[in-house]
């Protein structure tokens, strides 16, 4: 994941030198714009989705507000199929909790490099913390108990290290099982990277971003049955952004639904 993350900035930067030399957009604007932007997310410890206001401050400058949800993995999870059955689902042996993850913060970015050329690539850099909520759900497995020789019942348990085997286990329980026993640890995060813009529409933002983020409680989650559960999480990431560049001066132009309407011909 590392290396992957490594190549992508390398590339990125490398795309961003070779568009800026194209021909000028004699018809740019100095614009004001602000920005409302989805994000997806991938994390080294897992999957997320965004959404992000930037308020632009100055030509260069923007105050971001976002929110963030996504969940945190250990890194021990490996998903396996019972060896001794067929038909099963697959599930990750020892796993106690499934944790997502709610965030909000402030933030700033910066304009290293404006797109000036056409097809060229803005890059900007930018950081944002704030407060953030892990919220972990305890695991259930269907394990099977033996009746007679060919024969076995099925009951739905939380893993127990001292008795459980990966031959025990069926398949992990549905999803609903355990929702009542979902419990809340407040933390705080921080994240900065930089974020390459190519969008070829001056209303419409398309943009990759990379960088390093960290999510940190006052306890240890309790993710596996193992003592390397973990209070800090630090990953990598990368994501892919998409929305719209607003007007303050002419809103109605800059609305979501008018990005798919087909302008008439005068």
């Known amino acids: 994941m590392k290396k992957l993350l490594i190549i992508a900035v390398i590339f990125l930067y490398g795309t961003s030198m070779l568009f800026a030399q ?3 957009d004699e018809q740019q604007t100095l614009v004001l714009r602000n920005e409302r932007s989805f994000g997806i997310l991938l994390n080294s410890d897992g999957i997320g989705i965004s959404y992000r206001e930037a308020k632009r401050k100055s030509y260069v400058n923007k105050r971001l507000l976002e929110f963030d949800a996504g969940n945190l993995k250990h890194p021990k999870e490996y998903k396996i199929t019972n060896p001794y059955t067929t038909g099963t689902g697959t599930f990750v042996f020892g ?7 709610i965030r909000g913060g402030i933030g700033h970015q910066h304009e290293i490099f404006k797109k000036a050329d056409l097809g060229g690539v803005a890059i900007r850099y930018f950081f944002s913390g704030g407060p953030v909520i892990a919220l972990y759900k305890p695991i259930y ?11 076995y019942i099925i009951k739905e348990e939380k893993f127990q ?4 085997q990966p031959s025990d286990i069926y398949s992990k329980a549905s999803f609903t099982k355990g929702l009542s026993e979902i419990k ?8 900065g990277g930089f ?6 529409q ?14 940190a ?6 993710i596996m049955a193992s003592p390397d559960n973990k209070a800090i999480f630090f990953s990598l990431f990368v994501s892919y952004r998409f929305g719209i560049n607003t007007d303050p001066l002419h809103p109605e132009e800059t609305k979501f639904s008018n990005l798919f309407k087909r302008k008439k011909n005068r």
């Open 202 to 215: 001056d209303k419409v933002t398309h943009a990759i971003e990379c960088g390093a983020q960290v999510n």
């Open 141 to 151: 497995y269907r394990v099977l108990y033996p009746v007679s020789i060919d024969e």
């Open 217 to 222: 409680f006052p306890k240890k989650i309790p």
């Open 161 to 164: 290290v001292s008795i459980h």
């Open 184 to 191: 809340a640890l407040p933390g705080l995060y921080v994240k």
């Open 195 to 200: 974020n390459f813009e190519y969008s070829k």
């Open 22 to 24: 194209g021909e000028i």
């Open 95 to 101: 796993k106690l909790n499934s944790v997502m993850f």
